[in-house]
């Protein structure tokens, strides 16, 4: 019977090592949620490193006998939270990319270049796409993703499987780095609404000093020009900034569970 027991709260840890990576590369990592990695190649994934990191690290077996059925699910739902909220920090780097994109995309009138993502399932503009894409080569070119899965490893030493911390109160700031990523993305984008914004004032008085000119005609190719010219020289400054938030991951990471401890 003792061994039953014994084997039972190893599945249970190996299943709540499971819940905390699967949430956490579904909604963070680019293989994770996109479309072209078949579901069930993502599962074993997963499950093969659960069982992995769980024999590694020499974890205890769960005393799933003391737990009753609500307990049981309280505790993959706090797996499942904490896996979520470890991958959301992750994704908004991506966002950014995206961010930055359509915005250029709006100040260049390529807004209305926009087209369903087969991978994803999300609409989103050419120059936002681009963007995304840009960012999830710089995370396997300069190898974030290994260090995001050491720092998961490492949540599995401070919080054990099956005692998972109550995430509710990193949610501020989570919607805090939301809110910081989503004000660097206007700043990226700034060189390109600025050139936009003189590109419009140019062609509001080339409309009131001669009528007769067509304005679509002159107005979307300047935008256009503009735009890209504009985003063209700040790329460089661009991808530092992608490289920046992409190196500074992990020890977002890190903080996140200290403040959870």
């Given amino acids: 019977m003792i061994g039953m027991l014994d084997v ?11 819940f905390r990576f699967f949430a956490m590369i579904l909604v ?16 074993f994934l997963v499950l093969h490193l659960s069982f992995v990191v769980f024999v590694g690290l020499g974890m205890r077996p769960v005393a799933i006998d003391t737990l009753g059925p609500l307990a049981i699910m309280m505790v993959v739902g706090a797996e499942v939270l904490l896996g979520i909220a470890m991958g959301l920090i992750v ?50 070119a300069l190898n974030v993703h290994l260090n995001l899965l050491a720092v998961v490893f490492a949540s599995f030493r401070k919080f054990a499987p099956g ?23 206007f700043r990226l984008a700034a060189p390109v609404l600025i050139v936009s ?22 107005g979307f190719p300047l ?26 991951l992990p020890s977002r990471l890190i903080s996140l569970l200290k403040g959870l401890s």
């Avoid at 039972?8 to 499971?18: A, D, P, Q």
């Avoid at 990592?29 to 993502?42: D, N």
Wanted: with cysteine.
């Fill in 91 to 140: 994704r908004m780097v991506i966002w950014l990319g995206e961010g930055f994109g359509t915005l250029v995309s709006m100040a260049t009138g390529l807004g209305f270049a926009v087209s369903i993502d087969p991978g994803t399932g999300i609409q989103s503009s050419a120059i936002g796409k681009l963007a995304s894409m840009m960012v999830i080569l710089l995370i396997f």
């Fill in 8 to 18: 039972s709260g190893m599945i249970f840890g190996v299943l709540c090592v499971f």
């Fill in 163 to 185: 005692q998972a911390p109550n995430v509710a109160s990193a949610g501020l700031g989570i919607a805090n780095l939301g809110a910081e990523f989503l004000e660097l993305s």
């Fill in 28 to 43: 963070g990592l680019p293989f994770g949620f996109h479309s072209a990695v078949p579901i069930r190649i993502r599962v």
């Fill in 223 to 248: 935008l256009i020009v503009g735009g890209l010219m504009a985003m063209g020289l700040s790329l460089p400054d661009v991808v530092t900034v992608f490289i920046d938030s992409l190196e500074a």
């Fill in 197 to 218: 914004l003189i590109a419009y004032l140019v062609l509001a008085v080339i409309t009131r000093v001669a009528p007769q000119l067509n304005l679509f005609a002159i």
